[in-house]
């Protein structure tokens, strides 16, 4: 069971912690549990329970944000906000219809890579015309925000050209959604399917009561049909465009570091890296991890903005780095 840390230590480790980010990078999986400690003394205090954004102490500097800081992933409930009932709707249609079934028959359907074939910049031009209906920080096309990624995260990171492409690659699974996939099966923040619902998870409280799976016994247990500690990259997420982008990748033989591709197939996956859930399932390598999915979430997260780089100037350069690390048609 669960015991929260008195309040003064925990403010005062917060601060802490605060600090270190400012200088370096959280790399530690035991700060996890004293934000996960903190979350839950804050949502003892706050309602409503099931919109609580636990990435509120993963938030970096103020510069990463041309809007407040705690505007970002705001998952209130307002009926008459068309941005936030959109992205309650998908986010409960996502949390209905994500079983362990539904998402072995998606693996089953989409990792056999016989759908299309098309190089890497012809798929990101499609994100032009896709907006994410998840997303409450953004009502911009994708290919807009794959760009401000990147080059975030290229000012920053100048001669890491591996990192510049993962920042405009990480969202490129969503093409599903041109291919008859709904939203709710491609965008959003992701979850471990069989066993426990982390408590983190947007609009837990209410989003999952018709869940076919909340009948059956074993996958509501704390490890479900998982073993302690078992890596993440043995358990079965739900399906979306991380794990898509991730196997794509993969099958197409791309060069680049394995940094990259657990970024990119962990990068929604918010329940763990900003919300303190599944560390019991955690391995070596998720724990070695976790400092770039960090690093990596402070540019995709707070770089949202109307701020529109100027895409075409900025292609014969990507294209270089996909010509160096994924080049060529590839099969999707």
């Known amino acids: 069971m669960f015991s929260a840390p008195p309040l003064p230590l925990l403010l005062s480790k917060v601060q802490l912690i605060r600090s270190e980010y400012k200088t370096s990078c959280i790399n530690s999986i035991s700060d996890i549990y004293w934000y996960s400690a903190v979350m839950k003394v804050v949502q003892g205090a706050c309602e409503p329970v099931d919109v609580m954004d636990p990435s509120?102490?993963?938030r970096p500097e103020p510069i990463f944000a041309t809007k407040p800081i705690g505007m970002f992933r705001d998952y209130s409930v307002d009926p008459e906000d068309p941005i936030k009932e959109?992205?309650?709707v998908t986010y409960h249609k996502m949390h209905t219809y994500q079983t362990v079934d539904f998402v072995r028959?998606?693996?089953d359907y989409w990792l056999r890579f016989d759908k299309f074939q098309s190089t890497?910049?012809?798929?990101?031009?499609?994100l032009n015309d896709l907006v994410?209906?998840?997303?409450?920080?953004?009502?911009?096309?994708?290919l807009v925000h794959a760009f401000q990624t990147a080059e975030r995260i290229r000012a920053d990171y100048p001669q890491e050209d591996w990192?510049?492409?993962?920042?405009?690659l990480h969202d490129l699974g969503k093409i599903m959604a041109f291919y008859g996939e709904p939203q709710w099966a491609v965008v959003g923040d992701t979850f471990p399917v069989g066993c426990a619902w982390g408590n983190s998870i947007?609009?837990?409280q209410t989003s999952f009561k018709n869940n076919p799976d909340g009948n059956n016994l074993l996958y509501n247990t704390k490890f479900g049909i998982y073993k302690p500690n078992c890596g993440l990259e043995n358990i079965i997420m739900s399906w979306g465009h991380d794990e898509y982008m991730y196997q794509v990748l993969k099958h197409?033989?791309?060069t680049l570091p394995e940094e990259a591709l657990y970024m990119i197939r962990f990068h929604s996956f918010y329940p763990w890296h900003a919300g303190g859930d599944y560390v019991h399932l955690c391995d070596e390598k998720d724990k070695k991890m976790l400092h770039w999915v960090h690093e990596f979430n402070k540019y995709d997260l707070y770089t949202k903005s109307a701020d529109v780089p100027d895409v075409e100037s900025l292609m014969p350069y990507y294209q270089s780095l996909i010509d160096k690390y994924i080049p060529g048609e590839i099969e999707w």
Do not use: C, Q, W
Request: net charge neutral.
């Open 105 to 107: 028959g998606k693996m």
């Open 132 to 142: 994410d209906e998840s997303d409450p920080d953004v009502d911009i096309p994708n």
């Open 163 to 168: 990192f510049h492409l993962t920042g405009l």
């Open 120 to 126: 890497v910049m012809d798929a990101l031009v499609k």
């Open 202 to 204: 947007v609009y837990r």
């Open 86 to 88: 959109r992205v309650r």
């Open 252 to 254: 197409n033989k791309t």
């Open 56 to 58: 509120l102490l993963l």
